[in-house]
């Protein structure tokens, strides 16, 4: 049997297209169905479907956690002040106690 180079180039470049065309149409089913599919959860839901008690409290617990500050003003002007009179020290020993503390924990 002979191939002719020609001619299975012509059939794969006719596979090759036919492959991205179902990958085109392809995409927008997926969407499609994921939208169908978000469509069905939300019709199964109740309709007086409530938040349990344990959801409200997570959401007031966020809700504080939010409202605070992650920056301990106190704290940093404190160490400022200690910085400029030079009253700061480093304990360098304590320092390396707590690198190697966090190393072995691992």
């Not at 997926?30 to 007086?48: L, S």
């Not at 400029?84 to 190393?103: C, F, L, P, T, V």
């Amino acid at each position: 049997m002979r191939v002719n180079p020609s001619v299975s180039g012509n059939v794969q470049g006719t596979q090759t297209e036919g492959l991205k065309k179902s990958e085109a149409t392809a995409k927008p089913d997926r969407a499609r169905q994921v939208e169908q599919m978000a469509k069905n959860q939300a019709d199964a839901e109740p309709a007086g479907a409530e938040i349990s008690a344990k959801g409200k409290d997570f959401a007031k617990a966020h809700a504080v956690a939010s409202a605070v500050s992650d920056i301990r003003e106190d704290k940093i002007a404190e160490l400022k002040k200690r910085i400029a009179s030079g009253d700061y020290q480093i304990d360098n020993d304590a320092i390396a106690d707590k690198m190697i503390g966090e190393h072995a924990s691992f």
